[in-house]
Every structure is written in structure tokens, then in C-alpha cells.
């Protein structure tokens, strides 16, 4: 088997799989919630970091435009546009 993490002993890694095995649905759901919620906010905060001056709908366009790719984006809010020369 291929490990998971070049850093992680062979052990550990047996027993971190054994857990997600026992978890329930509804368990592993949460955990992937809270992880995407974590990249939004990781995202927003580099947006922020490379653009002080935007205001919340350009965050939210530039971030939609990461997230979901240009063309994407620019289908689900048109005025996406405004932001795809600019880094």
C-alpha cells in the first residue's frame, strides 16, 4: 500500500484509517465542512492580503473566481469579469 504522508510511521497511518473507517457519515461530512470552510477562509484572507481596498462583493467575486474557475464564475456573476485582469 502507498502511504498517505511520507512523514507519518506506517503505524499511525494504519490507525488514522481505522478511525475514518468507524466514523459515521455525518462524522467524515463535518470534518470535510469544516476543512472547506477553513480553504474559503484562507482564500478570502489572501484576497484580502493582496487587495486592502476591495470592498465585500469584490472579495467575494475574486474569491469565486479561485474557487470555481474564470469561466465559471464569470456564468454564475457576470460582473466577475471585472476582476479576471487584475491579480
Known sequence: MTPLSLDTSPEIERRQIESWRLMTAAAKAAIVSGLTGA???MTRAGVRHRHPDAGAREVFLRV????????LACAAYPDARLYLSTP
Open 39 to 41: 480553504a474559503y477562509a
Open 64 to 71: 469565486a473566481i479561485i474557487a470555481l474557475g474564470p469561466e
